[in-house]
Structure formats: structure tokens, C-alpha cells
């Protein structure tokens, strides 16, 4: 791994291009906090998806340590799976002037500089769930996408079960023509399959774990989903609202580069 100076002493040289100086850039940004993290600055430019902090089953204050690292080096920070400690802590000590969002449903907090503003990227997602009990994992991913600079078009509770309610909110996103559907289920994992077999872009299936007996806690879900027959359905964990917003946003963000060109 080349040192930052090493890098800009070969492209002054000529010995790299620009192009090949930007990748090695790229690679730089990882820095430690002595016994608490590694972060990773650049997550973004190199990726396309931000360093997301994970604060379940991190003390609060090492969270707002974190967070306020990540904040002098990046302008935002996205902390998923909040408790209302961490909250409580992130609010009492983060600068006065910061911009400080809370999703509850979520269990997410944004915390960003004044200045930093999310670039409307024309990406358009789509997100359903099945049930109510659904919906945090689906907000989850759904803050992941709109901080990623796409459009969401959300609509909930539309499970097989009244498969009727469904046929609106489907329509509708066929209509604003998005590049790609997350659907977040529970319980036996249905309605991904019935929209994939109904949509022609990506369907991500995000199933929960509000279930009980047999395949309880999602494994049920999970296996379901899997198994499914309609072709162009991926499948991410159980409650991996996270994970489905950056693969949904990866997508729509590729689809919406090549549309403007």
C-alpha cells in the first residue's frame, strides 16, 4: 500500500496516471480509533455506499467517538440499529450546529455537518412490505437509499393475505418506472415471489423475523424466499434492511448513470 505522498510524487512524475492515482487514493482511507474501530472514510467513493455505523452492542459513547470522527473526515454519518442510550448520548454530544435525524421506525440516526447536501442522483426505488410489523427493516432500507441520493416510493401492508391491496401501490411503481423493488416480508416470505413475477426489474426480498413456531424468528421466511420460483428475485438475511438499500441503490444509481448518457 502506497503513503498518500508516494502517490502524488509518482503522478507528478508521470509514473501514474491520474486515473491510476485516484484508485490508489481510494484505498487510503481507513483510520483507527485506539481500541474502539477501524473506519473507513472512503467506503464511499470507492463503493458508492457509505460506512454505515453499526451501534447495537457498542457502548454509547463509543458510538458518538466514532460518529464525530467520521463527521470531521466525511460531512455525514449513517448509525443504524440505534437504542434510545445511543440516542440520548449522540444528541448530547455531537457540536450545536450539526444536523441531527432520527428515524425512529428505523432505529436509525443521520447526523451530518450543515453543509453537507445529498446529490439527487435520479435512481427510483421501490419498497413494499407485507405487513406493519415490516416496516423498520423496510425504513431502514429505505434511509440508506434516500441518503444515497434516490427517489423512494414507499407503500406498506400489502401482504398475500389481501393480496388486493396490493395491486395499486404495484401499479403505481410500475408507472414511475423504477429500477428496482425491495419487498419485506415475514411469515411465509409470499409477496417477493407474487411481485417478481410481476415486475421486469430486480426484486430484493428482505425477509423479517416476525414469525413464531415452526421456522420461527425468519429461518422460515428466509428458506421460502430461497426457494422461490420467479426469476429475477434476490434475497439478502434476515432483517437486513441495511444490506437491501445499498444493493437496491447500487442498482438504481448504475440504471440512472446510464440513462443520463
Known amino acids: 500500500m502506497y503513503a498518500l505522498k508516494d502517490i502524488l510524487e509518482k503522478t507528478a512524475k508521470?509514473?501514474?496516471t491520474v486515473e491510476e492515482a485516484e484508485k490508489l487514493v481510494?484505498?487510503?482511507a481507513v483510520a483507527e480509533l485506539e481500541g474502539v474501530a477501524k473506519i473507513d472514510f472512503n467506503r464511499e467513493q470507492r463503493k458508492g455506499i457509505p460506512e454505515v455505523v453499526l451501534a447495537e452492542n457498542k457502548m454509547p459513547a463509543d458510538v458518538v467517538e466514532i460518529t464525530l470522527r467520521m463527521m470531521r473526515e466525511s460531512g455525514r454519518v449513517i448509525v443504524s440499529r440505534c437504542s434510545p442510550e445511543h440516542i440520548q448520548a449522540l444528541r448530547g454530544g455531537l457540536p450545536r450546529d450539526a444536523v441531527f435525524q432520527v428515524?425512529?421506525?428505523?432505529?436509525?440516526a443521520v447526523v451530518k455537518n450543515r453543509d453537507f447536501s445529498v446529490k439527487a442522483t435520479g435512481g427510483?426505488?421501490?419498497?413494499?412490505t407485507a405487513g406493519t410489523s415490516d416496516i423498520p427493516v423496510a425504513e431502514e432500507a429505505k434511509v440508506i437509499a434516500e441518503e444515497m441520493g434516490c427517489q423512494v416510493f414507499a407503500s406498506y401492508d400489502l401482504g398475500v393475505a389481501g393480496i388486493h391491496r396490493l395491486l395499486g401501490p404495484l401499479k403505481d411503481l410500475i408507472m414511475k418506472d423504477v429500477d428496482v423493488v425491495v419487498v419485506v416480508a415475514g411469515r411465509e416470505g409470499a409477496l417477493c415471489s407474487v411481485v417478481a413475477g410481476l415486475v421486469n426489474v430486480?426484486?430484493?426480498a428482505v425477509p423479517t423475523s416476525n414469525s413464531y413456531g415452526f421456522g420461527e424468528k425468519g429461518v422460515g421466511t428466509l428458506m421460502a424466499m430461497l426457494?422461490?420460483?420467479?426469476l429475477g428475485l434476490a434475497v439478502v438475511n434476515i432483517d437486513a434492511g441495511v444490506a437491501a438499500g445499498a444493493m437496491a441503490t447500487l442498482i438504481a444509481n448504475r440504471a440512472a448513470k446510464f440513462r443520463k448518457t
Not at 103 to 108: C, D, F
Request: hydrophobic letters at 40%.
Open 202 to 204: 430486480p426484486v430484493i
Open 124 to 128: 427510483k426505488i421501490g419498497i413494499l
Open 26 to 28: 481510494r484505498l487510503q
Open 14 to 16: 508521470g509514473e501514474v
Open 227 to 230: 426457494q422461490s420460483c420467479s
Open 103 to 108: 428515524n425512529e421506525k428505523a432505529r436509525m
